[in-house]
């Protein structure tokens, strides 16, 4: 089993504010995604890393930001939250050598 | 017209039927393929992987690549009610880093 982990679960949080989204694995997994997820929807990539210092943006075009300082740790953050931000947003890792991604939780935001 | 098309359902059926579901694709240089199941407000988990054409079969579970018609499948015997959620395929062209391309996504019910 994986153990790719996110925080906050929740978030309900006012329009403007700065919000950083937090993803962690402890597998050791080089690569590391963020994707974003409406109800019902398919996954968009927002945000991908290979490794440490390096940083891509995805298919989606998205307001948001990361950084990847640590192998294990790839946060995201929006730097003035809007309602159109509300979605679910779902981080994955793997290694390079293989297909599959895990996936944490996700995180479930609601900006009003 | 999307890369990877996939019926969104949702598909009902009653508990102990055989589940078909079905993701077809355009682009024939995919080599992966793989399975995914959401349940609401959580992350996709993997069910099942598999590479080039041919079937693979986990427990109750089936998944069958036909590269020739561009599409695969992931069948489910004697399903219940605790498969009901939702069933991604997502497929890449090789193990060296490419992304992966997500269908939308099949939401089934499996009632008692």
């Known amino acids: 089993e994986a153990d790719i982990y996110q925080t906050p679960r929740y978030l309900v949080i006012g329009t403007g504010k700065k919000i950083t989204l937090e993803c962690s694995q402890t597998m050791g997994h080089d690569k590391m995604y963020w994707y974003q997820q409406d109800p019902g929807m398919e996954l968009h990539l927002i945000h991908y890393?290979?490794?440490?210092?390096?940083?891509e943006k995805g298919d989606l075009s998205s307001e948001s930001t990361v950084s990847r300082i640590r192998t294990e740790h790839f946060p995201l953050t929006l730097e003035s939250a809007r309602p159109s931000h509300t979605s679910q947003y779902l981080c994955?890792?793997?290694?390079?050598?293989?297909?599959?991604?895990?996936f944490g939780p996700g995180t479930r935001l609601l900006v009003l | 017209q999307k890369e990877v098309e996939q019926d969104p359902g949702p598909l009902s059926v009653p508990e102990g039927a055989i589940v078909s579901l079905n993701c077809t694709y355009s682009n024939s240089a995919f080599q992966y393929f793989m399975w995914y199941r959401q349940y609401s407000r959580k992350g996709p988990e993997l069910l099942m992987y598999t590479y080039s054409s041919g079937n693979k079969e986990d427990g109750r579970f089936t998944a069958q690549v036909d590269k020739s018609s561009k599409y695969i499948s992931l069948f489910i015997r004697d399903s219940q009610p605790s498969d009901s959620a939702t069933y991604l395929c997502?497929?890449?062209?090789?193990?060296?880093?490419?992304?992966?391309?997500f269908g939308g996504g099949t939401r089934l019910m499996v009632k008692p």
């Open positions: 997502a497929m890449s062209f090789n193990n060296a880093g490419n992304m992966l391309t």
């Open positions: 994955a890792s793997r290694w390079t050598d293989q297909e599959t991604q895990y």
């Open positions: 890393s290979y490794g440490v210092n390096s940083t």
